[in-house]
């Protein structure tokens, strides 16, 4: 009877079954590491600039930061609508959806390769579960993993395309374009190259049908950006003062402002995280060779790779590339790639041999350590790095958190580059503000500007819009505070600046891993704090808090 019973389970339980079961697994083991990882404390400062734009949209203001993702916002307020709570696990929660989901598009790309090969579709799955790229910004919560997901949606419609040209799936093509490039505009720089390929040259109605359709899909995002921006030249204005006056002009060696350690920082990082992108599939396509019999399906996710990795690699390079995941619109193709070159072995043997070495490749990726101090890698996508930056910020906040006193009304004043962390200030300390210089002292800003983070907004000055130089200014603000705290990184040029308008030593305090924490009526009688003729004035409290609490030393 058991004999009975095990036979007519092994003949139920297929290959194709079993894959299916490695499927679910990969997505839930997915979701598990990246839910275990995913903490309170953001890991950048989009997370948070998305939570603003999810209360409401104002680009000028980083609500969110520019070019808007205007899509995605109205995505995360749906999902917020439905699942409530904070709007920052609402952030979280949205990325963890989209790299889980990404899964099952992988799955089905490896499926359309290789139909007579069940191991190879949850291998492919497997793949993508422990990505260290979708595994990284599905826990850091940007908007990377839904260039993924877009990704792989259009995989499977470039493969069905090349399968069965037909003007619907020309139109699906373009449709794809433009779904993706409303999640992250940036996406048409992977996604343009594959249908680019599928397409070829032969079909000039399907050209057409395909930019018609993507042309209109931009247009149904963008008319509202725009709109949502105060029009294009407030648009195009935020997003020069972000992207072009900023990240490009000082990392892109097209640059004629470009500097020479941004260059090599910014060229030395995204060849690393290409590296780290091809790495596996290079692994398996060497050790595995290439079979003898034609391999149709092996050539075409070649290629779909090599129409996303070069232009990613061309484009990034010479322009700007801040973290792995900008190049997460070319994982899909590289992890089908990785999948369909370890099923190509010539013998079961090494075919095992391959499925291993890819799956190491991957992990092994993920384990890495965080780069070194002074080594010119801005982000290693790893748990290691993950951890290590959760565990700086929140050693961070609590150190704050000793020193100010419940409830006060505190201004943290930083100059700080990476505003990651003083632009979460206002997220966990109800009663507190975080005023961000953007310093001429530093090479890569021109100009001083200043952005004031409150719980609702984050204030440009001079103003109208954040980064944006003007005239000398010392804005009015509504605002009292009972204590000004000198950020925990600040530079000699801001304490300096510092010195012009207040009677106490606002020096680093030596051998203490502690903040100043100043009284603002007694050591900012006029309620001004300026740097390099950028400032504000705020309201003087009627009585001093400073009784609660003795000021830092010195």
């Known amino acids: 009877m058991n004999a009975e019973r095990d036979r007519r389970l092994g003949a139920e339980l297929t290959p194709q079954h ?71 696990a609402t952030v979280q929660l949205a990325a963890r959806l989209l790299s889980a989901a990404t899964l099952p598009l992988l799955y089905l790309a490896a499926k359309i390769l290789r139909p007579q090969s069940p191991m190879t579709w949850g291998y492919a799955a497997i793949l993508g579960a422990f990505h260290p790229f979708l595994v990284f910004h ?69 050209w057409a049908a395909a930019g018609a359709t993507s042309l209109a899909g931009a247009a149904t995002w963008l008319w509202p950006t725009l709109r949502a921006s105060g029009g294009y030249a407030q648009w195009k204005a935020a997003n020069d003062a972000l992207v072009q006056q900023v ?60 129409w996303s990795v070069v232009p990613s690699a061309a484009f990034y390079l010479s322009m700007f590339c801040s973290e792995p995941g900008y190049l997460l619109g070319a994982m899909p193709p590289v992890v089908v790639l990785t999948a369909v070159a370890a099923s190509e072995a010539r013998s079961i043997a090494r075919r095992r041999v391959c499925y291993g070495l890819g799956a190491l490749m991957q992990i092994g990726v993920l384990m890495l350590p965080s780069a070194p101090p002074r080594f010119p890698i801005s982000k290693v996508p790893s748990i290691a790095e ?90 009015e603000l509504p605002f009292s505070y009972d204590f000004i705290v000198v950020g925990l990184i600040a530079s000699d040029d801001l304490r300096k600046e510092l010195r012009k308008h207040t009677i106490c030593a606002v020096d680093e305090i030596e051998g203490e891993s502690q903040v100043r924490v100043l009284p603002a009526q007694r050591c900012f009688p006029d309620g001004v704090i300026e740097a390099h003729g950028q400032g504000i004035r705020f309201q003087l409290p009627d009585s001093s808090a400073a009784l609660v609490a003795p000021p830092s030393r010195g």
């Open 386 to 475: 993950i951890v290590g930056r959760e565990a700086i910020y929140r050693e961070a906040l609590t150190r704050i958190a000793a020193q100010v006193p419940p409830n006060a009304r505190v201004l943290y004043v930083t100059d700080h580059v990476d505003v990651t962390f003083s632009r979460q200030l206002p997220v966990h300390h109800p009663s507190l503000h975080a005023m961000i210089i953007q310093s001429e002292h530093w090479p890569i800003f021109e100009h001083t500007t200043i952005g004031l983070a409150t719980q609702d907004d984050w204030i440009p000055i001079p103003g109208p819009i954040l980064l944006q130089p003007g005239p000398p200014t010392i804005a």
């Open 247 to 306: 990240f490009v002009r000082v990392n892109s060696p097209l640059s004629a402002d470009s500097i020479d350690g941004f260059v090599h920082y910014n060229v030395a990082s995204t060849s690393l995280w290409l590296a780290l992108l091809i790495a596996p599939a290079a692994v398996v396509m060497v050790a595995c060779g290439r079979a003898e019999r034609p391999a149709p399906a092996y050539d075409d996710a070649r290629w779909i790779a090599a």
């Open 18 to 88: 079993a894959s299916l079961v490695v499927l679910v697994v990969a997505c839930i083991a997915h979701y598990a590491v990246c839910r275990m990882l995913t903490s309170e404390i953001a890991l950048d400062v989009d997370p948070i600039n998305l939570v603003y734009g999810m209360r409401e949209l104002n680009f000028a203001h980083h609500a969110p930061h520019p070019p808007g993702y205007l899509v995605y916002v109205w995505m995360l307020r749906g999902l917020h609508a439905i699942v409530g709570g904070e709007p920052l």
């Open 138 to 206: 599905a826990v850091d919560a940007q908007t990377h993993t839904a260039e993924a997901f877009a990704a792989g949606l259009l995989l499977l419609a470039v493969l069905r395309y090349r399968r069965e040209p037909s003007l619907g799936w020309a139109v699906a093509l373009g449709a794809l374009l433009a779904f993706g490039s409303a999640l992250r505009p940036s996406f048409v720089v992977a996604g343009l190259g594959p249908v680019l390929w599928a397409i070829g040259w032969r079909h000039a109605s399907h």
